[in-house]
């Protein structure tokens, strides 16, 4: 009885001190209707003069200023949001800084965002944690032999994986955007409550996913160090893939080890690395899911891309699903539009996603639905 009193004395004083600190600040705050409060609480050394709510994706117009009261905090009530997952920030004397209240982060190498989830029925999201058998999601290291360095990665193994240990799974290899990480696709894409929400209702084959962190760049740096990409074919992150990463999967996991059995898919540059690996090595790849890729040129230059920066025409019919899936408002939407006019030109059996929307991930999560109910059939 004394260690019980004890242990309720120090949760009594460290409440009460982190209260004091300004702990019952709460945000973001999602009410009954779907209307949100987002509130922020700086130090008591700081006395900022402006603060902005950043959330274009769920709000216009994008930048909402926020009001201060008396204790200091400031706040803004907007809404009703329409259920989904966005990325927000506070603007404050015009530095964009993440919500300090809130845990759920974007994992990115430049910009440090937080993430708003609005729970819903609708539209239909996939991407909600719903009471259903749920995956695994783990944090590995590997060693990268090329770039002489610990690499990270992040793997979902299906609802399944660990009780069946006779079993082997398809593998899908899944990458990130320009200047996100190997953490993006599971806290933003929301791809292991994806891929559980459609295993639950037979929509998808179980897979294993890899979620690589396709940018070399990071960890050169803080190693000091740089490669020579021409001893890669120019291509650092399709070679360690290929070469490492794939090799490192099926020793480490129960993969099947067939082109039949592998997909790829990705978006931004993401999506250009996903051409500049799938659909080059269609004998390695069976299914090819690009987002927004990153791939720039005109009729001309995306017609002498087939065969030469990717596998011949012949080699590219062999695939057993070629996707390519962008935002009708995305920068990028008129080269892949001239790609898919490409592709149909020499005869190159493709599927297109054209949507409403932008660069987001709201699309991300949107394609990888769709394309996780197509592969492994």
């Excluded at 992150?237 to 794939?246: A, G, M, S, V």
């Excluded at 987002?291 to 087939?306: H, M, N, T, V, W």
């Amino acid at each position: 009885m004394k260690r019980i009193n004890f242990i309720i004395g120090l949760l009594l004083v460290y409440t009460t001190g982190f209260a004091q600190l300004g702990g019952g600040v709460q945000s973001p705050q999602v009410h009954a209707d779907r209307t949100v409060t987002f509130r922020f609480r700086p130090a008591d050394t700081a006395k900022p003069q402006k603060v902005e709510l950043s959330g274009g994706q769920f709000w216009t117009p994008g930048r909402v200023p926020m009001v201060r009261d008396t204790t200091g905090t400031w706040s803004v009530t907007i809404g009703p949001v329409v259920p989904n997952l966005y990325p927000y920030s506070f603007i404050v004397d015009g530095i964009s800084v993440a919500d300090p209240r809130n845990p759920d982060y974007f994992p990115n190498e430049t910009f440090k965002n937080s993430l708003l989830d609005v729970i819903g029925d609708a539209p239909p999201l996939y991407s909600a944690d719903k009471d259903v058998p749920h995956g695994t999601v783990s944090y590995r290291l590997y060693y990268s032999k090329s770039m002489d360095l610990m690499r990270n990665m992040v793997v979902y193994t299906p609802p399944g994986y660990e009780e069946n240990t006779r079993k082997e799974y398809p593998v899908l290899y899944l990458i990130h955007g320009a200047t996100d990480t190997e953490e993006t696709w599971f806290k933003v894409g929301h791809v292991n409550l994806i891929m559980d929400n459609l295993i639950a209702k037979g929509q998808a084959e179980p897979m294993i996913i890899v979620m690589p962190y396709a940018n070399a760049a990071p960890a050169l740096q803080k190693a000091n160090r740089t490669l020579d990409a021409s001893k890669f074919g120019g291509d650092i992150f399709r070679n360690e893939l290929i070469k490492e990463i794939i090799p490192y999967t099926e020793k480490q996991y129960r993969a099947l080890k067939s082109s039949d059995k592998r997909a790829i898919a990705g978006f931004s540059r993401g999506g250009g690395q996903t051409l500049a690996a799938g659909a080059k090595h269609p004998e390695i790849f069976g299914y090819v899911a690009a987002y927004a890729p990153a791939i720039r040129g005109d009729q001309a230059a995306l017609e002498a891309s087939i065969g030469t920066t990717y596998a011949s025409a012949d080699e590219l019919k062999k695939l057993k699903l070629f996707t390519i899936s962008t935002g009708t408002d995305d920068s990028l939407y008129p080269f892949s539009k001239i790609f898919s006019e490409v592709l149909t030109k020499n005869n190159i059996k493709h599927q297109t996603l054209f949507t409403s929307g932008g660069h987001t991930w709201m699309n991300c999560r949107l394609y990888i639905t769709e394309t996780a109910k197509q592969l492994f059939k």
